[in-house]
């Protein structure tokens, strides 16, 4: 069993001279060790409990309690409630651009913990710049009905674009999608699975390529083996052209590797660009240097809103 879990590479026998300890290693990297499984043993397991794609619920950490809402940051807020194609309920919340013309409307989609009042640091910085900010929650995420699941949760993507449209307080030609994370997985596979007219942009933050890569990062071979690669953004981002793609990523994200943005990002068809941020970690690298990149994110959001 030891040599399953590839025991010998990662908690040495005996240290090399008396009173020395090995270096410690992080949890993720002591868990990749672990899970290399070189003959096969821990696979085997782990798919006669869960089954092939049995792992792809581990990728989603849902919370139902409202933490925070745009309110605590002192913004206005529609709530709103929407219905997937399968009928889902579906909660989001509408905030208005605080500037005095809308330059368009983002539909935020958010990453893979908690509940949208979790992540609205990543979007209230747009605001004052002339944009309204649509966020939601995914099918079994804060207040919406139902469970997550990969391509249910792709379905209430366009929800979100289709609940926007009926708004009459805003113009549906001038729609942009941004996601962070696993929202930026599922926006760019939703928008080439099906494009929505009056989308003018797509932008990718801290986006990754492949389920089965990101189940590889974690858990080495027992990861894929239990994961599947279904609608993996690296086989439908092609198809998003001729939208311009803006991808961003840190140098040292630590959950999403920098080589997933640039699997990405090879994968896409032009018109696309990447914005690498040194020191970029996984949830602040609009952050990083003052915010040269929201700087950045929004110079490139004018031009490609012209």
Request: proline share 7%; charged share 20%.
């Amino acid at each position: 069993m030891a040599a399953a879990l590839g025991l010998a590479g990662v908690l040495p026998l005996a240290a090399e001279e008396p009173g020395q300890r090995p270096p410690p290693m992080s949890p993720r990297v002591l868990l990749h060790q672990l899970t290399r499984d070189p003959d096969g043993d821990l696979s085997v397991l782990a798919r006669a409990f869960v089954g092939k794609g049995g792992g792809n619920s581990l990728f989603y950490f849902p919370t139902h309690d409202p933490v925070e809402t745009p309110a605590t940051w002192g913004c206005k807020f529609d709530d709103v409630w929407f219905k997937s194609a399968d009928g889902t309920r579906l909660h989001g919340w509408f905030l208005p651009t605080s500037a005095k013309v809308a330059k368009g409307t983002i539909v935020f989609s958010h990453g893979n913990t908690g509940a949208m009042g979790y992540h609205l640091g990543f979007v209230t910085w747009l605001l004052p710049e002339g944009f309204n900010v649509m966020m939601y929650d995914y099918r079994g995420f804060g207040g919406s009905s139902g469970k997550p699941e990969r391509h249910g949760m792709i379905e209430d993507v366009h929800a979100a674009f289709d609940y926007i449209k009926t708004r009459k307080d805003l113009d549906p030609n001038r729609l942009i999608s941004m996601g962070h994370s696993l929202g930026a997985a599922k926006s760019i596979t939703a928008l080439a699975e099906r494009p929505v007219p009056g989308v003018r942009a797509v932008v990718s933050d801290a986006g990754f390529a492949s389920y089965c890569d990101m189940a590889d990062c974690v858990a080495g071979k027992v990861g894929t083996d239990i994961v599947t690669d279904d609608w993996s953004p690296k086989d439908w981002v092609a198809k998003i052209a001729p939208l311009p793609l803006l991808i961003i990523h840190g140098t040292e994200d630590e959950v999403v590797p920098l080589a997933e943005g640039k699997v990405l990002f090879a994968s896409a068809a032009m018109p696309k660009t990447m914005f690498t941020v040194e020191g970029g970690h996984h949830g602040n690298s609009l952050w990083r240097n003052n915010g040269e990149y929201r700087a950045k994110t929004l110079e490139w959001l004018r031009d490609a809103m012209k």
